[in-house]
């Protein structure tokens, strides 16, 4: 079973960029997270897809952050204008029908915004 | 807000030597408490926890939960270099199908020779 596939590995963009970062779950998984792992914390959930639509977003800074599941499959997280502070690792998860059925974690996208 | 404490957050022990690590959370319809290992990006799973007691083993790792005193503990004993990593406890919240986990920060464990 391929895992969750991520890109770009790396990113660096100046501040007021934009940037996109891609994930492609597990094949049949219908529920993606979002999370932001500042270095030194935890993971933070951005988002839940449950196959195309939103379930839980309330932690998205909705005014600079962005993201689609179109079609129920692939996903798209855009930020813009990006900030210092969002200098993270963006992480993409998966799973067939929630946290009891267990997810798997992408590698992440490593964002330095310099 | 839900909130996940890990202590200690840094830990440095020998090679063979057993350590504790500690996992307090507040948090609001509980459903479960899991344990994640990350070394590189991608955590990866150790266990799941949702009955008091119950104590999950897997190999040389072990981790109980308490529901009363909200708080589990991961033991790993005979510690190896290869178990160098921070170890992510996060819970699980009842929130209607919203299910995305709330984590602590971590204990940076490292195993030297």
């Known amino acids: 079973e391929a895992g969750v596939a991520q890109s770009p590995r790396y990113k660096i963009i100046e501040k007021r960029q934009s940037v996109a970062f891609w994930c492609n779950p597990i094949?049949?998984?219908?529920?993606l997270y979002w999370y932001q792992q500042i270095l030194g914390q935890g993971p933070k959930l951005l988002i839940q897809?449950?196959?195309?639509?939103?379930?839980?977003d309330s932690q998205l800074p909705k005014d600079r952050f962005s993201a689609e599941r179109l079609k129920g499959v692939d996903s798209t997280l855009k930020i813009q204008p990006a900030k210092l502070e969002d200098s993270a690792v963006y992480l993409c998860?998966?799973?067939?029908?929630?946290?009891?059925?267990?997810?798997?974690f992408g590698s992440g996208t490593r964002l330095t915004v310099v | 807000e839900d909130k996940v404490v890990q202590s200690p957050l840094s830990l440095v022990v020998h090679e063979g030597d057993t350590v504790t690590l500690n996992c307090s959370y507040e948090?609001?319809?509980?459903?479960?408490l899991l344990w994640y290992k990350q070394e590189k990006k991608a955590p990866t799973f150790l266990f799941m926890l949702?009955?008091?007691?119950i104590e999950k083993k897997s190999g040389r790792l072990s981790s109980i939960l308490d529901k009363k005193e909200l708080f589990s503990i991961l033991n790993i004993t005979a510690t190896q270099t290869g178990d160098s990593a921070v170890y992510l406890c996060?819970?699980?919240?009842?929130?209607?199908?919203?299910?995305?986990?709330?984590f602590g920060k971590g204990t940076h464990l490292i195993i030297q020779p």
């Open positions: 998860a998966s799973s067939l029908a929630g946290v009891v059925y267990g997810y798997t």
């Open positions: 094949s049949g998984h219908a529920t």
């Open positions: 897809f449950q196959n195309n639509g939103v379930v839980d």
């Open positions: 948090v609001t319809n509980f459903r479960s």
């Open positions: 949702t009955s008091s007691g």
């Open positions: 996060a819970v699980e919240a009842i929130r209607g199908g919203a299910d995305g986990l709330t």
